[in-house]
């Protein structure tokens, strides 16, 4: 195996087509088709079926015309609203039911980006792809599987989506424009993770280089629509809003996704064709010939692992707050007078003052964002031990319980730091709104605190499934996915009680705006505990797979 430089791409060099090339191409869809036979159908499930109750939910809150009018006009005057979720383009029913859906290209754009570099460039850096391609195999075969895996899942989630809307008092070209516009945003993701999976030798840079162009693409898309417009036409992103469903539908922002998807798949197979399995186009650097003393231990090592991730989470929730922050102050004026919302925010954020409710449920929202994040530090024992790289470390004077201990001091204390940051910029942009910096802060940085234990104990199962079953350790997302549509549709489909209590982040103190209350706290605290301790136990007794 060796590295590949950068050379520059010739006519002569371009790859030739041959159908040996795409041998075994079936057999890597249906291995990818059999791994992801749980987590697939999920993601696809979300995308085609909430975008359908959030306009039943804006149907049974505003019953006029009137009262969709004032919402789109006072969120028109939001530039933070809309740089979170794109503009409204007019007052109808569907446009304002979708508006917040908007978020959901940026989604399905990231689900894309992980399921593509976890089949491609995650196979070729645990030895996986080099043993399958000793076999029978064409050059291009994992790549176009790849391709057909997640786009294909995109243009499914697109018509699902657009089957759901059509079920609603909506026109059909709108619906038809939704669901087009998501899936070209995943085509597009899927185009941009192709060529990301050719230009490095490991999976965590290929998705660092990916999503770098997700997190590019979102702000030149909410500069662009908080400002003229123009920079969103940078930005597909920004494409998939300009489809403009059920407001006068512009068929033809479609073409520049497609331009796009087409080129950059094209890119991908030049690239596939220039590199060896296993390397990738950006050549690696050498380390230092001394490793540096804070490597010495297992809590260095887990840091040096960990540290990047944590910046980005930190950076990028501190963005969230901010944005809530600056939104709240506007919340009252936007929602309108009706008790419906009113009774919903409530529900959902626990306090009669709309902002203060709003704020609430923001920060449940950034909780279980916050638990995806400790959910995925967990996971690194588990891509260590997949990578048979724990055996190793474990051979010498270091405990499993050590080891394991030093990931999940990060997955513990990493989501904290990123969710208190996000209380800081959100009190202090919604105090300087009110001019009341001082009052607001401790209350919201008290809403953020208070999301850490059900933020733990997503991290206790995590490990738990690590300790016990660790080949069904990944079924800790489909658990926060769960908890998810509890927390999103329990409040407006009105669950039973029993169901919405098995959702932790409802049993938070709901602050700001009522008492705190330390019970639940320790409840969910000592649930977390015990799942820690019993899947930490669990691991140190079993054997390495």
């Not at 999920?42 to 006029?64: E, G, K, N, Q």
């Not at 919402?71 to 979170?84: G, H, K, L, V, Y």
């Not at 593509?116 to 064409?138: C, I, K, M, P, Q």
């Not at 929602?335 to 203060?356: C, K, P, V």
Request: charged share 10%; hydrophobic share 55%; net charge neutral.
């Amino acid at each position: 195996m060796s590295t590949a430089t950068p050379t520059r791409i010739r006519p002569a060099d371009l790859p030739s087509v041959s159908t040996s090339n795409f041998t075994g191409t079936l057999h890597f869809l249906r291995l990818f088709l059999r791994r992801d036979r749980v987590v697939l159908p999920l993601w696809i499930l979300i995308f085609a079926a909430t975008p359908a109750l959030y306009i039943v939910s804006i149907a049974d809150i505003y019953t006029t015309e009137d009262q969709l009018a004032a919402f789109a006009a006072t969120t028109a005057a939001s530039p933070a609203q809309i740089a979170m979720f794109g503009p409204i383009f007019s007052s109808s029913l569907g446009s304002v039911g979708l508006w917040k859906a908007g978020i959901y290209y940026t989604f399905i754009a990231l689900a894309v980006i992980l399921t593509f570099v976890r089949h491609t460039r995650a196979e070729e850096e645990n030895g996986r792809a080099e043993l399958l391609d000793s076999t029978s195999v064409g050059r291009y075969a994992s790549l176009t599987a790849a391709l057909i895996f997640t786009g294909g899942a995109s243009v499914i989630a697109g018509m699902l989506c657009t089957a759901t809307l059509l079920t609603q008092d909506v026109p059909a070209s709108g619906s038809v424009a939704f669901g087009t516009s998501l899936a070209c945003a995943g085509l597009v993701f899927t185009g941009v993770a192709a060529v990301a999976a050719q230009l490095s030798a490991g999976a965590r840079v290929a998705r660092g280089i990916a999503l770098s162009v997700l997190g590019a693409a979102f702000a030149l898309r909410a500069v662009g629509d908080a400002g003229s417009g123009t920079l969103s036409w940078f930005s597909p992103l920004g494409w998939a809003l300009q489809i403009r469903p059920y407001a006068d539908e512009r068929w033809w922002v479609v073409l520049p996704s497609l331009a796009t998807t087409l080129v950059l798949v094209w890119v991908a197979y030049v690239l596939v064709q220039r590199r060896d399995v296993g390397a990738g186009l950006i050549a690696e650097r050498p380390g230092p010939t001394i490793a540096s003393p804070t490597l010495a231990g297992t809590v260095g090592l887990a840091w040096r692992m960990h540290r990047g991730t944590l910046a980005a989470w930190t950076v990028g929730l501190g963005f969230y707050g901010l944005l809530i922050g600056s939104a709240a102050s506007g919340i009252g004026g936007q929602l309108g007078d009706s008790q419906a919302i009113r009774d919903i925010m409530t529900r959902m954020g626990g306090s009669e003052s709309l902002e203060e409710s709003f704020i609430g449920y923001a920060f449940t929202m950034l909780g279980m964002a916050a638990a995806a994040y400790a959910i995925s530090a967990c996971l690194r024992l588990h891509s260590e031990e997949n990578a048979q790289r724990i055996e190793s470390v474990t051979a010498g004077p270091v405990g499993r319980v050590r080891l394991a201990s030093s990931h999940i001091l990060f997955a513990l204390l990493g989501p904290a730091v990123a969710v208190v940051a996000a209380g800081v910029t959100a009190g202090v942009a919604y105090g300087v709104s009110i001019d009341n910096v001082g009052g607001t802060l401790p209350g919201i940085v008290g809403a953020a605190l208070v999301q850490v234990p059900a933020i733990w104990m997503l991290a206790g199962v995590t490990v738990l499934l690590f300790g016990f079953v660790p080949r069904f350790t990944p079924a800790a997302w489909g658990v926060l996915v769960a908890f998810l549509l509890i927390f999103m549709v329990g409040s407006i489909a009105q669950f039973p009680q029993a169901v919405l209590n098995l959702e932790p982040f409802s049993h938070a103190p709901k602050l700001p705006g009522e008492q705190f209350e330390a019970t639940p706290i320790v409840w969910l605290l000592l649930i977390a505990i015990a799942l820690i301790t019993v899947g930490v136990t669990a691991f140190r007794r079993r054997d390495l797979r």
